[in-house]
């Protein structure tokens, strides 16, 4: 085992890399708390900072994929619709089966230049997350309890609120509504057979609600839908875990542009033009585990610096004070101050594993184990 390949291993090099995501977080947050005055001056150059404010933060995440596990992302398309990546407001459909599927998709947006704007129809629950939600509030996302009746107004006004967007933006949607389980993909497949749906082996039930919504109020803003599915080489289960003890994984994503003329005006036909879409991803994943491949022309776009430099510039400021006041504490000899500085150390450890138990899919919400058996 190498230097760099021992290093990726240990706690301490763990905890150094959360302190800097942490610290910088919170100063990112707070220079977002301070940039709210220019709304009312200029909405459009507040939106501008805080897309580079979130880029500063998030790709903090997109380097650990990157250059610290060196996961390699291939995209199976076609050259007309790579052409246009970067250079239209879309609405992205992913399956949600993997644990660190929206880092995937947060890389192909960095490698795209649109990572300080994309945006997600969002659990409320993350709101309340330090640094995630955080981030997100200022960035204008959609929050969602995921009770229809009580998301519609919030959630249509939230979306047209975007309508005027000054930048590229992705929209993600997870059409199945939380991580797939086998639980949740059992209870699922009970509500396709009471409604007389196709079963889906790999996906749950997509919820329409969401996608029929999105569709109508970003029309005339959004060009296309552009539905993701997304595997790993040999099988994988990746975790975040697993990115931050530098394991390299091969992510493999089939890319399908549908332009947004081509997707039903009516609620009714939109929901059933998804239902559709569920059905051709199933077979692509079927296709894939078969073949351990995607159809479609290979592309592997290349990593950018940026994402590198960003936390190097991070790790620099923040780093340097914390081993001066660490030698200082030692240095004391008081207990009392080492005590308390490892006390310091044992919260951020927690606060970091906290963080990280937010992706985990035995960790999360139990949003689909009953919640498929009611009416969408």
Not at 39 to 60: D, G
Not at 141 to 151: L, M, T
Not at 295 to 305: I, S
Request: glycine share 6%; with cysteine.
């Amino acid at each position: 085992m190498g230097l760099i390949a021992f290093l990726k291993t240990q706690f301490i090099v763990h905890l150094l890399i959360g302190f800097v995501f942490v610290v910088s977080g919170l100063i990112i947050n707070f220079i977002q708390l301070c940039t709210l005055v220019l709304w009312p001056i200029n909405k459009q150059f507040y939106r501008r900072v805080n897309c580079r404010l979130s880029y500063s933060l998030w790709s903090q995440l997109v380097m650990l994929l990157e250059w610290w596990s060196s996961t390699e992302c291939t995209l199976f398309s076609d050259q007309a619709t790579v052409d246009k990546f970067g250079k239209e407001h879309v609405i992205i459909i992913l399956n949600h089966n993997f644990e660190i599927d929206f880092l995937c998709g947060w890389t192909m947006t960095e490698r795209f230049g649109v990572l300080g704007s994309s945006k997600v129809l969002a659990k409320r629950e993350l709101l309340y997350v330090p640094l995630i939600g955080w981030t997100w509030y200022f960035l204008e996302i959609v929050f969602c309890k995921r009770k229809w009746e009580e998301d519609r107004d919030t959630v249509i006004e939230g979306l047209k609120r975007l309508s005027d967007y000054p930048e590229y933006m992705w929209f993600l949607l997870y059409c199945e509504g939380t991580r797939f389980t086998e639980t949740k993909h059992r209870i699922s497949m009970e509500v396709a057979a009471s409604k007389g749906l196709p079963k889906l082996k790999y996906h749950l039930l997509p919820r329409t609600k969401g996608f029929t919504t999105a569709v109508q109020c970003l029309r005339g803003t959004v060009s296309a839908v552009y539905d993701v599915t997304l595997n790993f080489r040999g099988n994988k289960n990746p975790s975040l875990l697993g990115i931050l003890y530098g394991k390299k994984y091969e992510a493999d994503m089939c890319v399908r542009r549908f332009p947004l003329e081509d997707i039903p005006q009516d609620e009714k036909a939109a929901a059933n033009w998804l239902h559709k879409l569920y059905q051709e991803k199933d077979a692509l994943q079927e296709m894939y585990n078969q073949e351990g491949i995607f159809p479609g022309q290979q592309f592997k776009p290349p990593r950018r610096p940026w994402t590198l430099l960003n936390f190097l510039f991070w790790a620099t400021v923040l780093l340097s004070p914390l081993f001066t006041f660490a030698f200082g504490i030692f240095a004391s000899g008081s207990p009392l101050l080492i005590l308390a500085f490892l006390g310091f150390v044992g919260a951020a450890s927690f606060g970091v594993r906290r963080l990280i138990g937010v992706t985990e899919i035995e960790k999360g919400s139990s949003y689909g184990n009953q919640e498929f058996k009611k009416k969408e």
